[in-house]
């Protein structure tokens, strides 16, 4: 199950409230081998040598992404955006499958699983930049959709300065924006009522006003019913939101008009929606 910006704020927050203060005693990493040759993971595994021993001072998300910082100048940044499992233990009884393990000096335990592409490495405060994706998501240029500073008047600003199609602008590395990924792009455009191939500039001030508003609705609705229904927080919960556009609607009829729902390849992806609603 992918982890995007509302799934990395609920673990994220969780995290905080559990680890904050915990020293690791020791650490594990198992099944590795692939993710090291394809850069997901840290090559030199000596690095994670900097978390013994040191204390947890907070626990962060920003876009995908979530930054564990340590008291010794060491943070852990995890990015399972495509896929992943960070999960809280209270003791060592059935640990599940992991990538990397953290045992704590109380006898706790964490275990994070990729289960595709993401990331996990640690970097250093002097070096957090060399980071790809802490690099991408905690770029303070950059809006999220759960900043304050993320009204409608600096949102309807960058759209208008963008003639792109949607998908640029809102989803990807150039984007305005952090957090937004396929998926729920196309919840954001179905809300919204809006055609993926439509350009942001070429948008009326009452789209860019939808636009923002199914923005902010999807991603607080995702947060409030702790994340998509396939997510397992970290104390293994199963999120209940259910996205209203996207493979999941494929062959069925759009509940709001009885069109069928089409799927359209865009972006190096598949993108679904209704052609009657979002014209």
């Known amino acids: 199950m992918s982890v995007e910006l509302p799934e990395a704020k609920i673990v994220a927050e969780q995290m905080n409230h559990e680890l904050k ?3 690791v005693k020791s650490f594990l990493v198992k099944d590795c081998e692939r993710l090291q040759r394809i850069g997901m993971m840290e090559k030199n595994l000596t690095s994670f040598n900097q978390l013994v021993d040191a204390k947890i001072e907070s626990v962060a998300a920003r876009g995908n992404v979530i930054r564990v910082k340590f008291d010794n100048g060491a943070n852990l940044i995890l990015g399972p955006e495509y896929g992943g499992e960070i999960f809280y233990h209270k003791n060592e009884a059935d640990v599940p499958r992991f990538h990397l393990r953290l045992d704590f000096s109380d006898g706790t335990v964490l275990t994070v699983r990729l289960t595709s592409m993401g990331v996990i490495q640690v970097v250093k405060d002097d070096a957090l930049e060399t980071s790809y994706v802490y690099k991408r998501d905690f770029d303070p240029t950059k809006l999220s959709p759960t900043d304050e500073a993320f009204t409608f008047e600096r949102f ?3 759209m208008a300065e963008n003639n792109k199609m949607l998908k640029s ?4 590395k150039d984007a305005i924006i952090v957090g937004v990924s396929n998926s729920t792009f196309q919840d954001i455009l179905y809300h919204a009522g809006i055609h993926p191939k439509r350009k942001a500039a070429e948008l009326g001030m009452d789209e860019w ?8 609705m999807v991603v607080k609705e995702r947060i409030r019913l702790n994340g998509k229904d396939l997510f397992h927080d970290l104390y293994g919960k199963q999120g209940s939101y259910v996205p209203a556009m996207g493979p999941n609607m494929k062959q069925k009829a759009c509940p709001i008009c009885g069109a069928k729902i089409e799927k359209l390849s865009m972006g190096g992806g598949q993108v679904y929606l209704c052609p ?3 014209r």
């Open 169 to 172: 602008v809102l989803v990807g």
């Open 156 to 158: 309807a600003k960058l």
């Open 276 to 278: 009657s609603c979002q």
């Open 21 to 23: 203060g915990k020293q």
């Open 209 to 216: 006003q939808s636009l923002y508003d199914a923005i902010l």
